[in-house]
């Protein structure tokens, strides 16, 4: 299935006849065929071919598109960079979903995750380190932070929220104004989901702060002079 709006973007025929054997060549590349679709599907190998984008509106050729947090955890987009180091710094996706275990979905949105602060590419159904991403796996938590700092901040969605908090007086905004903010910026994703991955990537990065007491997200110390 495709989403905005929902559509049918594949359907296979099952006709392997039974009983099925999961080692026989035939289920392997039915298995690699749904893979790849859902691969495809989440983390496109492609961006928009230039007489495509040349057919949009101006206003959104100019502009970034506005990226979706994926609800990930920067503990475990971590250690997922770790993992594909130890491998030499490249992996199959369904293989290193098995190797760390967890299912093939939930791999690839920590893949998307880490693919949107450029830390790894995809080409295919193969997850690759980039530079950036051998640096930062060879970096101290220092080193960490600071790369995280700065590729979190690059991120449109993370400039918006900023821009949204100078406009303050005291550069805060209560959660439920937030998440009103990411309801009109990204009407088909889940706002509070967003909020909760802004926040959690944003304090492991330095860039925003949460106050419990006031449900408060701010801009770290030192922002404001940015």
């Not at 190797?99 to 791999?107: C, L, P, Q, V």
């Amino acid at each position: 299935m495709g989403t905005n709006p929902g559509h049918i973007r594949k359907q296979i025929l099952n006709d392997l006849p039974y009983p099925r054997d999961e080692n026989s060549p035939a289920f392997r590349r039915m298995v690699s065929q749904i893979h790849a679709l859902i691969t495809e599907a989440l983390i496109p190998d492609a961006a928009l071919p230039p007489q495509e984008a040349e057919k949009l509106p101006k206003a959104l050729q100019k502009e970034p598109p506005l990226e979706s947090l994926p609800k990930a955890q920067v503990s475990e987009m971590i250690g997922l960079l770790e993992e594909i180091a130890s491998r030499g710094g490249s992996a199959d996706i369904f293989a290193l979903a098995h190797e760390i275990g967890k299912d093939f979905g939930s791999t690839l949105y920590l893949i998307k995750a880490v693919e949107l602060l450029d830390l790894v590419d995809t080409p295919k159904q193969t997850v690759v380190l980039t530079e950036l991403g051998k640096h930062f796996v060879k970096g101290d938590i220092n080193v960490r932070k600071r790369m995280l700092h700065e590729l979190f901040g690059g991120l449109r969605i993370v400039q918006m929220a900023s821009q949204a908090l100078r406009r303050t007086e005291n550069l805060r905004l209560s959660r439920d104004e937030l998440t009103d903010r990411m309801s009109e910026w990204l009407p088909n994703e889940n706002p509070h989901e967003l909020i909760d991955t802004l926040v959690s990537w944003g304090r492991f990065a330095e860039y925003f702060g949460y106050s419990d007491d006031t449900k408060e997200v701010y801009l770290d110390v030192g922002q404001e002079a940015v």
